[in-house]
């Protein structure tokens, strides 16, 4: 951010070269400065490049928001991900096959994924106050919006990352606990920023590559409470809903290559064992049962058939006690 200069009440648009031997991208994005001081909010898009409603919501956001209405500035990243974008890409980029978001705090001399992610954390999430990761189900994922929310045992963290996700304003939340050595290891964008301090969260709107306008309706009102919670835009604060909370989360992946039938769609309530779907080879013939490893809900379920060996499968988060 500190590379462009924004007088205030002004916006700009540039793009942030990456370069990796021959390969090469441009992540695009906008700061818009307001026209009184404020909080600095990231709005990161993209990270996965067949998660199309994030990046369809800060399109809209760039068109609609005046910045001299606004306090503070906002920076939005458009597409963190170009090669994967344009490559439409699940999960990996086509460069590298590496994924994204399990590539923070990147590396300055890797792989062009690394690089991407190094950008990212010392030009843009290093300077903000507060990061919303904006994501959707990937192509293959059906999915029930949620947001995901800390618990890192860092009060200055974890209560403001959890207002966050109030104001953001969808009706279900996965408390993400991680311990001291967990968060150390920990390789996505939301990590990366509660390693420096800075509240976060990662929103889920959308799925299977779709452009739903009502899930680009979603992040964009998301987006819009969370700027008046913060005081960097004018108006109420619309009240948040009741809200599922939920915790220790369990991704089930798959045992081996093959073909998947979903027995279950996102939102459902599950018992222990319950059968999440079925394998088969290309036969068509029995591999394995995928069985829900304990009570909870389904927050996203693969919805296509191909499936590898250690894929995820499905997510099934308990409810938090006290609920």
């Known amino acids: 951010m500190e590379r462009w200069s924004v007088a205030p009440g002004t916006r700009i648009s540039a793009t942030l070269p990456v370069e990796a031997g021959a390969a090469r991208t441009e992540v695009p994005v906008t700061v818009l400065r307001g026209a009184t001081p404020g909080p600095t909010l990231v709005l990161l898009a993209g990270v996965h490049g067949y998660e199309y409603v994030p990046l369809l919501a800060l399109q809209q956001l760039r068109a609609e928001l005046d910045p001299a209405s606004l306090s503070g500035t906002l920076v939005l990243v458009h597409a963190a991900n170009p090669p994967a974008f344009f490559g439409r890409s699940v999960y990996g980029g086509p460069v590298d096959g590496l994924n994204l978001n399990r590539a923070f705090p990147g590396d300055a001399d890797g792989s062009l994924t690394e690089r991407i992610a190094a950008r990212l954390v010392d030009d843009v999430i290093t300077g903000a106050d ?87 309706a979603l992040a964009v009102a998301g987006v819009r409470n969370v700027l008046r919670s913060l005081g960097m835009l004018p108006g109420a604060v619309t009240p948040p809903p ?82």
Do not use: C, K
Not at 154 to 177: C, K, Q, T, W, Y
Not at 273 to 301: K, M, N, S, W
């Open 130 to 216: 507060f990061l919303v990761d904006l994501h959707a189900g990937d192509g293959n994922e059906a999915l029930r919006p949620y947001v995901y929310v800390p618990r890192t045992g860092n009060p200055a963290v974890d209560e403001p990352s959890r207002a966050l996700a109030v104001a953001f304003g969808l009706d279900h939340a996965v408390i993400d606990s991680l311990d001291a050595e967990a968060l150390a290891s920990a390789s996505t964008a939301d990590a990366t920023a509660w390693r420096l301090g800075i509240p976060a969260i990662t929103t889920e709107t959308g799925q299977q590559g779709q452009r739903d306008p009502r899930h680009v």
């Open 242 to 323: 009741a809200i599922v909370w939920l915790e220790g989360y369990e991704v089930v992946t798959s045992p081996a290559d093959g073909v998947f039938f979903p027995a279950v769609d996102p939102g459902w309530s599950v018992a222990e064992g319950a059968v999440l779907g079925r394998l088969v080879d290309l036969f068509g013939e029995p591999l394995a049962t995928l069985r829900a490893p304990f009570a909870g809900i389904v927050t996203y379920v693969v919805a296509t058939p191909p499936l590898n060996a250690g894929d995820p499968v499905a997510m099934v988060a308990r409810r938090a006690a006290g609920d």
